[in-house]
């Protein structure tokens, strides 16, 4: 067997005859498949014994030998191996063809790659393969042409005229001969040769001629061995054949095509030993062909073979390709044993690294170690006796299970799985009952509630496992979001409330103005109802007098004394930052306690608080009434202007939606102000607990305005609230919104998860790999701003990151970060408070590691706070935070009512389509040289003129509706926007380059996530914009040995120009590209990758030609070979690591190392 640890790399070729012939283990000669009668393999058959190996492990067919002893002996009378049963699922046969037939992927493929090497057209080739046309092999001394077609008349008139003088054939003999004479050194010299004479479509044809000679040429593959003289034959497990119920058989549609295969040969065979006429035995060959066809790609040309009820059958192509095929469901993901499921209910009495696990269930999943605890033990003597203990759960098997999970870490996964805390490990607790228990504070990272969810458990077996399972996937060690560093174990729902309603304070409560010596002596108090806890008091804290409430004294004592006194109301914003701060200052375990203290306060005192709704909280503000007449009189006085004819039905509208907007706030305002600070409702919004104002408005204002199916505004709006109730035609307009809401969140999530797997595939190598790749380039950063809103503020876009140059005080001239230095959150205070604008600092966008990138141009890795380690799988990461957030964003494009201006995409789409890199929507015009505009108006359409500082002037049309953002004389720079609308990136890297359009696909993936309150950091989207950007046109070859017009990889251009530069040639020029995420993630390295991806055939066929290696770099590729992934603690350089085995864990393992190599802080 491979020893799968001990390659490097995976190579793909053409294989040869001869080749599949060593392959296989005999020829299957008869389509016979297994005899009904005694249900064993068939001699000679599809599934016989003597080649693929014996049915049952040890056994032959005849049944002369049984048992282990006889193993490697091959039977005399049946001639079956006595061997495992398992060999069945590797050993292959083979098919000697009477014919030689060609194979598919090569001539149908785009481009078809025979037709290329022999310079046919496709059509050309199908005629001569299916016996339409001969062809013109040899003319000898004829005036016929080499490769002429010619029809059966044509054929029959030359034979008279000529006699034997010439040679043609049909069918893929005719093409093998054709494949066999042609030297492709030669072929190359004749091309290379033909590239620097022709242009135009021949040079284009030229080109895609010598890429597929290249790929002959350097793989060492021969071009006839794309027509097929042997087929071989899968192994028979791949393709079983299973008894039903009823006695019938169920089997893989695999067999059936090989069965035609075979009765076609067979037949063929028959014919030509009989002499058959020339007609039948055409005839009889193209069937084979077509057979051969079908079992290869079925229904890649002309109908597809069908079985039964029409259904056409999965040929060897379809086993690879989709969701369903080898790829995604076998090779990159398996279902896994123990493992189990469960529904999941809340555990408000679980620390935060623990999670209740259901006792049945931890039992079965512990098996194993529970029945070698009790050998060790001494309760069983073997281990039989000690699963039969555990099969009738004897008492001391749950002594021994207690033990046996004290230090074992399992780990749990909700589906869908949408970023690296969708699976995390925790410390199993035993619980009565069937449902697993979870701790309250991660529901927000798993995104599960407790309506229903199930979550399924897995255990991590090897000591290795089980170290990272607790080391690097503890829920208490995931604190921190990694797409923004921001906290995600934040305390949620009840517990902020019992937060807010403990620290809320009230004028004129029982006790106000009291002055307490100590914390001690204000419980007391409270406990004696002698002071509220709201009421204003003062306590004596460290010495000094601080005015505060009872509630604060309480909730203080959750909170570390590092972090200060919190005397603010405890919303859920402030709770936020406090784990934010307790994590920056104390680390992952003190903020884990702060959690778990603040979670038993909350749940406690939302209890006693009995906050409950009633109808007679939702109070309705006395104002309402004469806002909506005031606004009703407003509408009268816009309708008498439209009907007079003053204002267009246009401005009538927008001026309706203005009056009711601002009725609507008008009723909001109203109402917040009619609210008591303790009323319920208010206190849940208020606090972040549950709701917001805009619903508590719908309850207690007013509806207001809705939107119609197509997304244009109704102008006529809701005036209820739904404490009021709706009427009819108010309840009807509301549906609309509701409906398309519902059928909206069903079309993102599909969209969204089809983004992030794109996204994935793109980005799964990039891994850091070396501390410092040395650039000296990076990106000048300032604040995003849309318009004159900001989006992203500059201290969130450098903190975390490494200064490229020193960062100078404009006024002072001290230096606040010198080069080389990580900018951290308080530096990035500084250099905003300093006033400077703009900051240059290392980016992945400039990184120059040849494989992934260093650890100096990613800067801090956001999950734990520290610097990025060798190792991490920053692709993945970065993948997953722009993907995770996709089902947050709105799909619809806004329509601007009907306004003049095409509609922009926004959201979702918008997102997609920069990453795809796709002409956008409403495009925008932008300027190709810099200068200053001109407007003019001419017969009706509008045009601009820009005139450069040199006197060259570029005329641009304005197409009708087109918004301008320009005026007359204004100065532009090139790429900048004319008109209002989308760029098309495309353009812009034509104009601006690499950095321009990296810049902009920065800030409209951001501008779209920020506009719908989704925080990302830029490194995350900087990681794909540098795969987009990674590959590079060859525009002229020079004296390389690149192909003109090919696509690749910037590093290999570099290397190449460098090796020719030396040897005193012309270096080749080459233009950057901007390839989408589908292309991108197409044009990788890896083939396995790629084909597990997309267009696997197409993906396979280029590989096997060129001879492919792929060099293992990724993560799918790893894991589709079933090698460790070389990320993380896969890398070689921590394979050395010993762990040592089973117990002690706590004093083997410290807390996560925070750092791996050092960098100047």
Known sequence: MLDLNNFDRIRISLASPEKIRAWSSGEVKKPETINYRTLKPERDGLFCERIFGPTRDWECHCGKYKRVRYKGVVCDRCGVEVTRSK????????????????????????????GLLLDMSPRALEKVLYFVSYIVIDPMETPLLKKQLL?????????????????????????????????????????????????????????????????????????????????????????????????????????????????????????LDLGAPDIIVRNEKRMLQEAVDALIDNGRRGRPVTGPGNRPLKSLSDMLKGKQGRFR????????????????????????????????????????????????????????????????????????????????????????????????????????????????????????????????????????????????????????????????????????????????????????????????????AYENHAVSLHAKVKVRLDGELVETTVGRVIFNSAIPKELGYFNKVADKKALGKIVDESYRKLGFSATGKLLDG???????????????????????????????????????????????????????????????????????????????????????????????????????????????PSGRIIDLPIKANFREGLTVLEYFISTHGARKGLADTALRTADSGYLTRRLVDVAQDVIVREVDCGTEEGIDVSEIKD?????????????????????????????????????DHEDADAIVKAGIKKVKIRSVLTCKSRYGVCIHCYGRNLATGHMVDIGEAVGIIAAQSIGEPGTQLTMRTFHTGGVAGDDI???????????????????????????????????GRREIDITGDDGSKNNYVIPYGARLKVQNGDRVEPGDELTEGSVNPHDLLK???????????????????????????????????????????????????????????????????????????????????????????LATDSFLSAASFQETTRVLTEAAIKGKMDPLLGLKENVIIGKLVPAGTGMSRYRNVEINSYGGMEEAIEPPVEQTHTVEM
């Open 87 to 114: 060999v069945r699922r590797e050993r292959l046969g083979h098919i000697e063809l009477a014919a030689p037939v060609s194979h598919i992927w090569y001539f149908k493929g785009i481009p078809s790659r025979m």
């Open 787 to 823: 318009g004159t809103e900001v989006i992203e503020k500059l201290e969130d876009r450098i903190a975390g990151r490494i200064a490229l140059e020193d960062i100078v005080h404009p006024e002072t001239g001290e230096i606040l970060v010198t080069a080389g230095r990580v900018i």
């Open 598 to 708: 603040i979670k038993s306060l909350g749940f406690k005192f939302a209890t006693k608080a009995g906050v409950t709704i009633g109808g007679a909280d939702i109070i309705i503000p006395a104002k309402k009434k004469e806002i909506l007449a005031e606004s009703e009189k407003q509408v009268g006085k816009v309708e008498v202007q439209y009907r007079r004819g003053l204002i267009t039905e246009e401005e009538r509208y927008r001026k309706v939606i203005g009056i009711w907007n601002d009725a609507t706030r008008q009723v909001t305002d109203a109402l917040i102000e009619s609210l008591d600070k303790f009323n319920p409702v208010y206190m849940m919004a208020n606090s972040g607990a549950r709701g917001n104002i805009q619903q508590i408005r719908q309850l207690a204002g007013m509806r207001g305005l809705m939107a119609d």
């Open 991 to 1081: 104009i601006k380059g690499v950095t321009g359009v990296q810049v902009y696909l920065l800030h409209e993936v951001q501008r779209v996530y920020r506009l719908q309150g989704v925080d990302i950091n830029d490194k995350h989207i900087e990681v794909m914009i540098r795969q987009m950007l990674r590959k590079v046109r060859v525009e002229d070859q020079g004296d390389t040995s690149l192909l003109p017009g090919g696509l690749i990889d910037i590093f290999d251009v570099e290397e190449e120009n460098r090796q020719v530069v030396l040897e005193g040639g012309e270096p080749a020029k080459v233009k950057p590209v901007l390839l989408g995420i589908t292309k991108a993630s």
């Open 329 to 524: 469901q076998n090779l990159l993901g398996k279902r896994v044993d123990y493992s189990g499921r469960s529904v999941i209910v809340v555990g408000p009495n679980l620390k935060l690294h623990q999670c209740g696990l259901p006792k049945e269930m931890a039992l079965e999943l512990f098996k194993p170690f529970v029945m070698k605890k009790l050998v060790n033990d001494g309760h069983a003597h073997n281990i039989k006796s000690a699963k039969r203990m555990v099969e009738r759960v004897r008492p001391e098997v749950w002594d021994v299970l207690e033990e046996v999970i004290k230090d074992h870490p399992v780990m749990l996964n909700r589906a869908p799985t949408l970023h690296r805390l969708g699976i995390q490990a925790f410390e199993p607790k035993l619980v009565e009952g069937r449902a697993i228990r979870i701790h309250p504070m991660v529901c927000t990272a798993y995104n599960a509630d407790f309506d229903g969810d199930q979550m399924a458990v897995h255990l991590p077996l090897s000591a290795e496992s089980q170290a990272e399972a607790r080391l690097l996937m503890l829920s208490a060690y995931n604190i921190l979001n990694p797409k923004d560093g921001r906290p995600v174990a934040i305390p949620t729902q009840d517990m902020v409330l019992g937060s807010y309603y403990l620290t809320v304070e009230q004028e004129g409560a029982t006790g106000e103005g009291k002055v307490f010596h100590s914390p001690e002596e204000a419980m007391m």
């Open 151 to 271: 029809t059966e008349t044509e054929y029959r008139e030359h034979r008279e005229k000529y006699g034997n003088n010439f040679k043609a054939l049909m069918g893929a003999e005719a093409i093998k001969q054709l494949l066999q004479e042609i030297d492709l050194e030669e072929m190359n010299r004749e091309l290379r040769q033909e590239l620097r004479e022709v242009s135009g479509q021949r040079k284009i044809r030229a080109v895609r001629r010598l890429e597929v000679v290249e790929a002959f040429r350097k793989s060492g593959n021969r071009p006839e061995w794309m027509i097929m003289d042997v087929v071989p034959v899968i192994p028979p497990e791949l393709r079983p054949m299973v008894q039903l119920d009823g006695g019938r058989f169920a089997t893989s549609d695999l067999n059936d095509l090989y069965r035609r295969v075979i009765n076609r040969n067979n037949r063929l065979k028959r014919l």
């Open 905 to 939: 995409t926004q959201g979702l789409p918008r997102v997609e389509e920069l990453f795809e890199a796709r002409k956008p929507k409403g495009q925008a015009i932008i300027a190709e040289e810099g200068g200053v505009v001109e407007i003019r108006e001419i017969k």
